[in-house]
């Protein structure tokens, strides 16, 4: 039963079946709350074009990504306990290797390298050479990290459908917001009452009449899939842009990012250009790009993620802003998120909705 129609009412309507939106439920599902997923069920969306990449140092001045030590164990336990009960593999554990690309990025790298929260991510005795050189250029040298992986989005989301239709919670359709009734008490939508509507629904948030007001800066992206050979098949390589081997002679790369776009899911031919520059630069057996796939991160300006019930509306709640690193930091801010909506569990002001008001 989807929804029901009478007088009792189900908990939550989680608006979008994205990344946020599945490891909501997933969570709401571990408390025993009631709720229904409504999905347009596109072909291509952001969460499913993604590469999924967890990475421990990261960015041009090779930070530790943020709460890592924290985040990285709670998100490959939730997606272990998911592969668990859905009789999949979705997560995939990789050795990262980072390549240095200018005398700039070498330079801060021999000042991170003596970090001790940095050093616990590099690992001691990488192979030597670093790459295989016949196939992958590198003239700076760079390191090797531990505790990096990726995370087989499509397929998690597509299993997990399964599991929510199969409970039936799921539903094929579209919330529109004038469909949306809203008293003291709850929000209505096609004949179903709900405690809460969760808006879960990407950078398309940014047209919302309820949360516009939020700094969203979305950014296109395009990841290419090519045939090509960088010497192996399981670790993943950066230099300027990522290289994921698939291990049957595929390898997914990207990506652009691109700030300014008029069609999500239209890549800009400059910006594509620019990234094969750049896989040509580092693949030196060349290569044949077989697809793309291009879709829009949700980004909010200086945020790493959005949460939180809407301050004049509590019936309407929203998770967004998930931007590239959404596999390594969902399962966290789903949770804290259960937390705040079920147990009135205070947010941290750096993701607090009501904190950017």
């Known amino acids: 039963m989807l929804y029901n129609r009478g007088r009792m009412q189900t908990e939550f309507l989680i608006v979008g079946q994205g990344l946020a939106g599945t490891t909501l439920a997933?969570?709401?599902?571990?408390?025993?709350?009631?709720?229904?997923?409504?999905?347009?069920?596109?072909?291509?969306?952001?969460?499913?074009?993604?590469?999924?990449?967890?990475?421990?140092?990261?960015?041009?001045?090779?930070?530790?990504?943020?709460?890592?030590?924290?985040?990285?164990?709670?998100?490959v336990r939730f997606y272990r306990?998911?592969?668990?009960?859905?009789?999949?593999?979705?997560?995939h554990p990789r050795p990262l290797v980072r390549l240095l690309k200018t005398e700039e990025e070498a330079a801060h790298w021999q000042r991170r390298r003596h970090d001790e929260r940095v050093r616990r991510y590099i690992h001691p005795t990488p192979p030597e050479p670093l790459v295989d050189e016949h196939c992958i250029a590198n003239p700076l040298g760079g390191f090797q990290q531990r505790h990096a992986g990726f995370l087989d989005t499509a397929a998690f989301l597509d299993a997990s459908r399964g599991h929510f239709q199969a409970l039936g919670c799921w539903r094929r359709g579209e919330v529109r917001e004038d469909e949306i009734e809203i008293d003291e008490s709850r929000a209505c939508w096609a004949g179903g009452s709900f405690g809460t509507v969760v808006f879960c629904q990407g950078w398309e948030a940014a047209r919302s009449r309820w949360f516009s007001w939020l700094p969203f800066d979305p950014a296109r992206g395009t990841i290419l899939t090519l045939r090509g050979d960088v010497g192996e098949t399981r670790r993943i390589i950066n230099r300027g842009c990522w290289l994921v081997p698939r291990g049957d002679g595929l390898i997914r790369a990207g990506s652009t990012y691109e700030m300014r776009f008029d069609r999500p899911h239209e890549a800009d031919a400059r910006e594509?250009?620019?990234?094969?520059?750049?896989?040509?630069?580092?693949?030196?057996?060349g290569f044949e790009v077989v697809s793309e796939q291009t879709a829009v991160r949700p980004v909010i300006k200086w945020r790493n993620a959005m949460i939180g019930r809407h301050p004049a509306h509590p019936q309407l709640a929203i998770f967004n802003g998930l931007g590239s690193k959404g596999v390594l930091r969902a399962p966290f801010i789903a949770r804290r998120l259960t937390e705040h909506l079920l147990d009135g569990t205070a947010l941290d002001s750096e993701f607090d909705v009501q904190a950017n008001l």
């Open 81 to 91: 306990e998911k592969e668990g009960l859905l009789g999949g593999r979705f997560y």
């Open 26 to 75: 997933w969570r709401l599902l571990e408390r025993g709350r009631s709720f229904v997923i409504v999905d347009r069920d596109e072909a291509v969306t952001c969460s499913r074009a993604a590469a999924g990449l967890v990475t421990p140092v990261t960015g041009l001045r090779l930070t530790l990504n943020w709460r890592y030590d924290a985040l990285h164990p709670e998100a």
């Open 272 to 285: 594509v250009d620019a990234l094969l520059a750049k896989l040509h630069a580092v693949m030196k057996t």
